[in-house]
């Protein structure tokens, strides 16, 4: 039964918290130890492009020609293949400007990522050879934003289609009246049963940002984002802040699988 209790030190006490925004523009602080946990979840999304993506998304042709921008000498063929063997460019220079050429093709080519990017063709060009180090700041997030999207559509996911259905299990501080009433359990959730049923489901609000912030790897919004559902719909509780509702000491046991 709960209970008003003096406070102890729990990991949340003792670790860092990062500040993150839930669904809304409500600034939260999560423990950035439950944020590691959930990074270390399969979150049911492919991982980043690797090396060995990279140089299959470009070719050997389009290798030699990022070797050459780096001032360095082409690989054979079979140095090709080695790197794709061992998943890895052994030169910095040569795997930066890999990278940026394999991220302007998926991007439809250099035409393609100027409009995404809002940057002129030539630009894009200067920065896909190294000419120019970094994209400007809002191209820049613009690129962010395309590289999450590719990774939602690369791992079949349509955040406004499909809905997650999750489960874990977290230690709880349960949080009302202001902060000053504190109870600490542990407690096992399951989001989203059957379509239409269950009214632990997320919105499509909660839905496109869930499946945002894990697409950017922005694993202390996505520990918001679920502290924030528990409260609210699962729990009932009237509002989410740092002195209301669920927030996470710890995170185990996570699976989500999108439907």
């Known amino acids: 039964m709960a209970q008003f209790r003096a406070r102890r030190r729990t990991r949340r006490d003792e670790e860092p918290v990062a500040t993150s925004v839930a669904t809304g523009a409500r600034r939260v602080s999560v423990a950035s130890g439950t944020a590691r946990d959930l990074a270390q979840a399969d979150t049911g999304l492919v991982g980043e492009p690797t090396s060995r993506n990279h140089l299959a998304t470009i070719g050997y042709q389009g290798v030699r020609k990022a070797a050459v921008d780096a001032g360095r000498t082409p690989p054979s063929p079979r140095t090709f293949r080695r790197w794709k063997q061992h998943n890895r460019i052994p030169d910095d220079r040569v795997a930066d400007l890999v ?145 209301t509702g669920f927030h996470f000491d710890a995170i185990t046991d996570f699976h989500i699988d999108w439907q």
Not at 100 to 127: C, F, H, K
Not at 136 to 160: C, E, F, H, K, W
Not at 182 to 205: A, C, I, N, V, W
């Open 99 to 243: 990278a940026r050429r394999a991220e302007i093709t998926r991007l439809g080519g250099v035409d393609g990522a100027a409009t995404q990017l809002g940057r002129s063709p030539s630009a894009v060009y200067d920065w896909q050879a190294g000419r120019t180090q970094s994209l400007r700041p809002d191209a820049q997030g613009r690129l962010v934003d395309a590289q999450a999207a590719q990774r939602l559509r690369d791992s079949g996911i349509d955040t406004a289609q499909m809905r997650p259905v999750i489960s874990f299990t977290a230690d709880v501080h349960a949080r009302t009246d202001g902060g000053n009433y504190d109870y600490r359990m542990s407690k096992t959730f399951e989001f989203g049963g059957p379509q239409g049923l269950d009214h632990t489901q997320m919105d499509p609000e909660q839905r496109r940002a869930l499946g945002d912030a894990l697409a950017r790897n922005d694993h202390a919004r996505a520990t918001a984002i679920l502290e924030e559902h528990a409260s609210v719909n699962f729990a009932a509780f009237d509002a989410f802040d740092d002195d």
